[in-house]
């Protein structure tokens, strides 16, 4: 099981490096279609968003079992061990529930905005529940992180890393 969810981890970094690209790629086609061609294509900026957006939800869980998200330390670094370790749970169990909420109102905006036929705003007139599925699985990816974590942490193991930036300080 284990693999299976480290495999998802990686499936979704990679879905947000693609982004990341496909963003690129958008930005580029527009300045040189605005510039060299003098012609604009329509919703190009929005789709430079969507990959944005997309590539930010895909790598939370990513991030977060790679110690690259920002944490807090100052307090913790001074508790008590005993403490320190009610506290981490406290934090696991808080941000648990709160990624679980996350991830179910993201995946109720999915079905909403596929049953109401709801597009966007700008030239392209996307049906939002096509972008919008980036961010329910990556809701969903970093809910899946913490439990994980949880598991981890109740099994005695560490879940994240710590990050080349936090070690050196």
């Not at 958008?26 to 789709?47: C, F, K, Q, S, W």
């Not at 370790?85 to 990624?99: D, I, N, R, V």
């Amino acid at each position: 099981m284990e693999k299976l969810v480290h495999n998802f981890y990686r499936l979704l970094m990679l879905l947000s490096c693609m982004s990341m690209l496909a963003a690129f790629g958008a930005v580029v086609l527009g300045v040189l279609t605005r510039e060299v061609v003098h012609m604009n294509i329509p919703g190009l900026d929005a789709y430079a968003g969507y990959s944005i957006a997309a590539a930010l939800f895909f790598a939370l869980p990513g991030t977060l079992q790679n110690g690259d998200h920002i944490r807090v330390t100052l307090v913790l670094e001074r508790l008590p061990e005993r403490i320190r370790s009610g506290f981490e749970w406290f934090c696991l169990l808080a941000a648990l529930g709160l990624t679980l909420y996350m991830a179910q109102y993201a995946v109720r905006s999915v079905w909403i905005s596929y049953i109401t036929h709801d597009v966007s705003a700008s030239a392209d007139a996307t049906p939002l529940w096509i972008p919008q599925i980036s961010m329910a699985l990556g809701c969903i990816g970093f809910a899946l992180a913490f439990a994980h974590a949880l598991i981890l942490r109740l099994q005695g193991k560490t879940f994240m890393a710590v990050s080349e930036s936090a070690r050196s300080e």
